[in-house]
């Protein structure tokens, strides 16, 4: 089933079923030894030969280097979604994402995955247990839901909508004033959605909105001489103050990952990729500068001339390549060091909270 053909140098390769189905997708920085590694397994113990077993040919993709070996893997696994591969499992342990659940009432959850691709992604974050304590707070602190995404939502607003008794308590979350309440028709829905702008805004980090809401609040209850009211908003004023804090500990410096990284192709094919936010927005022929730090900071100055979403909350179908990207650095430091920032110093070592 191996061809003669395959030559030892990076690619992807790609197990077929006799009726052309793509059953498992892997990438070698050395195809040749990779695939006849496959041969050498025992049966069935070995997940190579079982691999094998399903297939009837195997098909390949030269590429110039491993990295590029690693980004068009992750591109086929996605595009043929082969059974044999197990999706979301690289770096799955090491971080956490926050999202901003879709529909009609979102809520916030602790994922490890861009899962069905819907709502606002927010991270990595590491560390998931001490996440998910400050996403709690972070819901508590807004009156945001946090029960199952299946629990059937009754605004104040739609209440003809509904025909069950909407005065029925959610939860305790409602009771103690930790829930607005969307499941009882406790508050209305442009209600709700404001407290999902604040999280937004608290979590995108780009200005104080939430903050500066809840003290113009503040100081209207005050005013006004609800004492009780204001002490509320003083108090929610303070624990996300504690929070924003408790968030910028926990979040990987994705910021780390953006600049211009030189890797020499196998036959000589060198590009040079550009890199924001543990993304690739673009890959150049090298044309001898490999190895100029001078040609790679300009370079990582155009960065942001290319294309891409700016803001703190990443698009799901790019969480993957950004894990890809942490993982790939994190494994190997000596690539991170040969890339260059537009300030022209050498990317670092990544910086972690955990
Ligand atoms: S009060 Fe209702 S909407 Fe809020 S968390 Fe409890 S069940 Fe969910």
Redesign the pocket.
Known sequence: MVSEGAEQRPAVYRMIAEDGEIVYVGKSKQLRARLLSYFRGSWPADKGMRILAAANRIEWTYVPNEFAALREELMQIKKWRPRANVMGKRDARHYAFLRLTAGR?P?LQVVRGAGDGRGFFYGPFVGAVRLADAVRELSDALG?????LD?R?AFDDQRELFTHDTRT???????IK???????A?CSSVAYDERVSLARGFLDGSDDTPMDALRAQMTTASDAMEFERAASYRDKLHRLEGLRASFARLRFAVETLTFAYPVAGHYGEDLIYLVRRGRVVAQLPAAGRLDDPTALAELAGTIDEHPGVRGSAIPPHEIDELLLLSSWFRQHPAELARAVRADGSRAQVLAESA
């Open positions: 009432a809520r945001l839901r946090d029960c199952t629990r939502m308590p959610g939860c305790i979350r409602y009771e930790r829930c607005l309440g969307p499941c009882i406790a």
